[in-house]
């Protein structure tokens, strides 16, 4: 973590002017004060990452300031200026906890050892931070990815065998489905543990702010950008960097991705030195990135260097066999939190939850089972807790048993069913998906499993067709 900004405060006027001018020289923002009330109020309402203090200063004195720091700012690091080299005031400024300790006058060399001593400091001290919250982090994700189903059990093959390299991976599902989960295990795996795993949705954030939330800008690149500020990238330097709904990237901020992953080095806005930077990139989308190329939507070199290794994180109602594992995990972590006494669901309740369909997949889920604990008294839940889901009738045909026009109509109901509860844009792909596995294994029971005759007859290239047999899980029925 690099010194950004520093408080200067001194009542010589000279001392102020030198400072200030040798610091600024070499990029810091400096704030003066005149005395330790002025200085006490510009900590208090501002974030600084050293401050440089006189010990002798009116009002309040230099060692009185440090001891508020600690009170207002307590990870602030504090250098002490003395024109009195005694032992009493070295002992006295290191007691109450000041970094470093000079006496006047000194060469502006000390300085710059300093700050480089205290850049150091700041940096170490926030790995050790991130690798504390990085371990705690692996130890709840072990118990937060639940699934024992086969598809799920070839996620976690595919999380062992690319973690630890370095290569980018594509992670493709619904919403809801745990995408960042899987990056987040994918980073915990890897070599980089201990180094940042820095998180960005591409499709929260305006499209005219997402260019500096990654590249970061200089201070003055434009109006509002009062002091430096470093991007996603440079936060993720030596780490991970998950980008989030990747397909809702604009155009011309992908030529500037691919330009990165290229180079291996960003330029802040409103800057022109280029900073190299070390990051593992793990991109996710909800959407049919290959339809969106072809529509000229998304780069197409591009994609091709994020789809290094995909891994496609089937929708819940195509592992139902999960479902109850997931119902238990979320009913003991909401109690947990709720700091309430444990609830079960009756096996009339977990029946109707393992029949829906689930539009909104995992994150639907939890958040059913949530809004159930809370609004019901009992401590076994029953189906009427769970009043927004239908039961399916005895003798219900599935997805696969029906035509194109009649899966539109379910899945357009249960959206208007769920309204409050999907993310928009889902109904085309979820629509997508279902309709190409039973699609794909029906040409491929037809031709015998020749994916060369299947990929004529679909009309699509043989090696396009390998990748959607292996994402989609299409399984051949066995004679």
Same mark, same amino acid.
């Given at each position: 973590?690099?010194?950004?900004?520093?408080?200067?405060?001194?009542?010589?006027?000279?001392?102020?002017?030198?400072?200030?001018?040798? $610091?600024?020289?070499?990029?810091?923002?400096?704030?003066?004060?005149?005395?330790?009330?002025?200085?006490?109020?510009?900590?208090?309402?501002?974030?600084?990452?050293?401050?440089?203090?006189?010990?002798?200063?009116?009002?309040? /004195?230099?060692?009185?300031?440090?001891?508020?720091?600690?009170?207002?700012?307590?990870?602030?690091?504090?250098?002490?200026?003395?024109?009195?080299?005694?032992?009493?005031?070295?002992?006295?400024?290191?007691?109450?906890?000041?970094?470093?300790?000079?006496?006047?006058?000194?060469?502006?060399?000390?300085?710059?050892?300093?700050?480089?001593?205290?850049?150091?400091?700041?940096?170490?001290?926030?790995?050790?931070?991130?690798?504390?919250?990085?371990?705690?982090?692996?130890?709840?994700?072990?118990?937060?990815?639940?699934?024992?189903?086969?598809?799920?059990?070839?996620?976690?093959?595919?999380?062992?065998?690319?973690?630890?390299?370095?290569?980018?991976?594509?992670?493709?599902?619904?919403?809801?489905?745990?995408?960042?989960?899987?990056?987040? #295990?994918?980073?915990?795996?890897?070599?980089?543990?201990?180094?940042?795993?820095?998180?960005?949705?591409?499709?929260?954030?305006?499209?005219?702010? $997402?260019?500096?939330?990654?590249?970061?800008?200089?201070?003055?690149?434009?109006?509002?950008?009062?002091?430096?500020?470093?991007?996603?990238?440079?936060? #993720?330097?030596?780490?991970?960097?998950?980008?989030?709904?990747?397909?809702?990237?604009?155009?011309?901020?992908?030529?500037?991705?691919?330009?990165?992953?290229?180079?291996?080095?960003?330029?802040?806005?409103?800057?022109?030195?280029?900073?190299?930077?070390?990051?593992?990139?793990?991109?996710?989308?909800?959407?049919?990135?290959?339809?969106?190329?072809?529509?000229?939507?998304?780069?197409?070199?591009?994609?091709?260097?994020?789809?290094?290794?995909?891994?496609?994180?089937?929708?819940?109602?195509?592992?139902?066999?999960?479902?109850?594992?997931?119902?238990?995990?979320?009913?003991?972590?909401?109690?947990?939190?709720?700091?309430?006494?444990?609830?079960?669901?009756?096996?009339?309740?977990?029946?109707?939850?393992?029949?829906?369909?689930?539009?909104? @997949?995992?994150?639907?889920?939890?958040? /059913?089972?949530?809004?159930?604990?809370? $609004?019901?008294?009992?401590?076994?839940?029953?189906?009427?807790?769970?009043?927004?889901?239908?039961?399916?009738?005895?003798?219900?045909?599935? @997805?696969?048993?029906?035509?194109?026009?009649?899966?539109?109509?379910?899945?357009?109901?249960?959206?208007?069913?769920?309204?409050?509860?999907?993310?928009?844009?889902?109904?085309?792909?979820?629509?997508?998906?279902?309709?190409?596995?039973?699609?794909?294994?029906?040409?491929?029971?037809?031709?015998?499993?020749?994916?060369?005759?299947? #990929?004529?007859?679909?009309?699509? @290239?043989?090696?396009?067709?390998?990748?959607?047999?292996?994402?989609?899980?299409?399984?051949?029925?066995?004679?």
């Amino acid at each position: 973590m690099s010194i950004h900004r520093i408080l200067v405060a001194d009542d010589e006027e000279s001392m102020r002017w030198v400072l200030s001018k040798a $610091l600024k020289k070499k990029g810091f923002s400096v704030d003066l004060a005149k005395d330790g009330t002025e200085a006490l109020r510009l900590i208090e309402s501002n974030r600084f990452d050293l401050a440089i203090l006189d010990i002798k200063m009116p009002g309040i /004195t230099g060692l009185e300031l440090l001891d508020r720091v600690r009170e207002a700012q307590s990870e602030l690091l504090v250098v002490i200026m003395t024109a009195e080299a005694s032992m009493k005031n070295a002992v006295e400024a290191m007691k109450r906890g000041a970094y470093d300790y000079i006496t006047k006058p000194f060469d502006l060399d000390v300085i710059d050892a300093i700050i480089e001593k205290v850049s150091r400091a700041r940096e170490m001290t926030s790995q050790v931070s991130m690798l504390k919250e990085e371990l705690k982090g692996r130890y709840q994700l072990e118990r937060t990815i639940i699934g024992n189903s086969p598809v799920m059990r070839d996620v976690y093959k595919t999380v062992g065998k690319v973690a630890p390299s370095d290569v980018t991976v594509l992670i493709q599902g619904e919403s809801g489905t745990g995408k960042e989960l899987i990056a987040r #295990a994918i980073h915990f795996n890897s070599k980089r543990l201990g180094k940042p795993f820095i998180a960005l949705n591409c499709a929260a954030i305006p499209k005219e702010l $997402l260019e500096s939330e990654l590249f970061g800008f200089e201070k003055g690149a434009f109006t509002g950008a009062v002091e430096r500020k470093t991007g996603k990238f440079e936060q #993720a330097n030596g780490g991970t960097l998950f980008l989030d709904e990747i397909g809702d990237m604009p155009l011309d901020l992908q030529a500037k991705i691919l330009r990165v992953l290229q180079e291996k080095e960003v330029t802040r806005t409103g800057g022109s030195q280029s900073i190299g930077v070390d990051v593992r990139i793990v991109a996710a989308t909800n959407q049919d990135l290959d339809e969106k190329v072809r529509r000229k939507e998304f780069r197409e070199d591009l994609y091709y260097r994020l789809n290094v290794v995909p891994i496609f994180l089937v929708p819940l109602r195509e592992r139902k066999d999960d479902v109850r594992l997931l119902v238990d995990y979320f009913l003991q972590k909401t109690c947990a939190e709720l700091e309430i006494a444990q609830k079960q669901c009756s096996p009339e309740a977990v029946r109707l939850l393992g029949d829906y369909s689930w539009p909104g @997949n995992v994150r639907e889920l939890e958040n /059913t089972i949530k809004r159930a604990v809370v $609004l019901s008294s009992d401590p076994l839940l029953t189906p009427a807790d769970f009043p927004g889901l239908r039961p399916a009738k005895a003798g219900t045909i599935t @997805n696969e048993d029906l035509s194109l026009e009649a899966i539109v109509e379910i899945k357009l109901r249960a959206c208007l069913d769920n309204i409050g509860k999907m993310e928009s844009g889902d109904l085309h792909n979820m629509v997508l998906q279902q309709v190409e596995r039973p699609l794909i294994r029906f040409v491929l029971e037809k031709t015998r499993g020749n994916q060369v005759k299947a #990929a004529d007859i679909l009309g699509i @290239n043989r090696n396009t067709l390998r990748k959607k047999i292996q994402e989609l899980g299409v399984e051949m029925k066995k004679d």
